[in-house]
């Protein structure tokens, strides 16, 4: 029961549904994220672990550029606290991959840890969501995806490169209100910051 | 029985039992997806069998493996914050804040309580959905 294909429930104005992969090991939080999106009008996968991620990408080389493409995902959301690889593994794995580095990612954490929010964008995550993940989160980034994914299939710019320790791409018009790489300002929570790193 | 589910449900959030998380959870239900609540608790109950079932292990063997208790811990805390169990997800920091300073005593201690409001939201929230079940 590693990988559950959903369809989504509403029509599409293109023949082409945002495809969103969602990765986590908790099956309440899959169950939950794949209703958000669900509801938003995306067609989700969702798997268990960062390796069955890569399998289902086709890194490990099975899957052909075909298939691949017929598969498109628009965009990966991913736990950062996972059993084997971690989030943090899983972004890094795909970004450096010149396959798979286009494909924007998310990281989902429950924990308020500055250093890791900053270490994940400066990887090149698209954003850093605080969990439990909220219905107006998603519903946010589907919009900023799909006007970004627009434009970056027009411009055919190359996502940021290594050497970008802002992540300031030209495609965004505004900075994303949850999360820079320069500025560190993530949304405002009520429970006081945990320093402690699990 | 409508009236009766309804004050149910008020009572568990003025209880602090739960928290806005749950109402995120309700705003997801529609007639596409009618029990959907009702699902995710469900999942959460059967999963965090396995969780429980771990740490009492932990426990019982290896008491002093803090990082083993806290990471089996954490998994428990996200599920629980994800279906909106504020009594219990406090209970699982409190639990994690043994682990920090290494106290075993604490941590067994705690972890009853863990327990114990894990039971007691389960019983709470069976009854509630069987109320608003025979409302419809």
């Known amino acids: 029961m590693a990988v559950e294909d959903i369809g989504s429930g509403c029509s599409s104005s293109g023949d082409q549904e945002f495809h969103v992969l969602a990765v986590d090991d908790s099956i309440i939080d899959r169950k939950v994220i794949e209703r958000l999106l669900k509801i938003s009008c995306c067609k989700v996968t969702a798997v268990d672990s960062g390796s069955r991620a890569l399998q289902y990408l086709g890194i490990d080389g099975e899957r052909s550029s075909l298939e691949f493409d017929e598969l498109k995902v628009n965009l990966i959301i991913t736990d950062y606290s996972m059993p084997g690889m971690t989030g943090y593994e899983l972004l890094k794995k795909i970004k450096g991959s010149t396959k798979l580095r286009q494909i924007p990612v998310v990281i989902m954490s429950s924990e308020n840890i500055l250093a890791r929010i900053d270490r994940c964008l400066e990887e090149g995550a698209e954003d850093f969501l605080m969990k439990p993940v909220q219905l107006s989160d998603v519903e946010r980034l589907r919009d900023f995806m799909l006007r970004g994914g627009e434009e970056e299939r027009e411009l055919g710019r190359k996502r940021k490169t290594p050497d970008d320790s802002c992540d300031c791409r030209p495609l965004r018009k505004r900075p994303t209100p949850l999360a820079t790489a320069c500025s560190s300002t993530f949304r405002a929570l009520e429970e006081p910051v945990i320093v402690h790193e699990s | ?136």
């Open chain 2, 1 to 136: 029985m409508e009236r009766q589910a309804a004050y149910l449900r008020n009572a568990l959030f003025d209880q602090g039992y739960l928290d806005e998380q749950f109402l995120q959870l309700e705003d997801l239900q529609d007639e596409t997806n009618p029990h959907f609540v009702e699902e995710v608790v469900k999942l959460f109950y059967t999963d965090s069998v396995r969780l429980i079932q771990s740490i009492e292990l932990t426990l019982k063997n290896t008491p002093r493996d803090f990082e083993k208790l806290d990471k089996i811990m954490h998994q428990f805390k996200g599920s629980s914050t994800s279906i909106g169990a504020k009594k219990v997800k406090k209970e699982c920091t409190q639990f994690q804040e043994y682990c920090n300073v290494g106290n075993v005593e604490g941590c067994i201690r705690e972890f009853q309580e863990v327990k114990q409001e894990h039971a007691a939201l389960k019983r709470k929230l069976e009854h509630y959905f069987q109320l608003a079940r025979e409302a419809r």
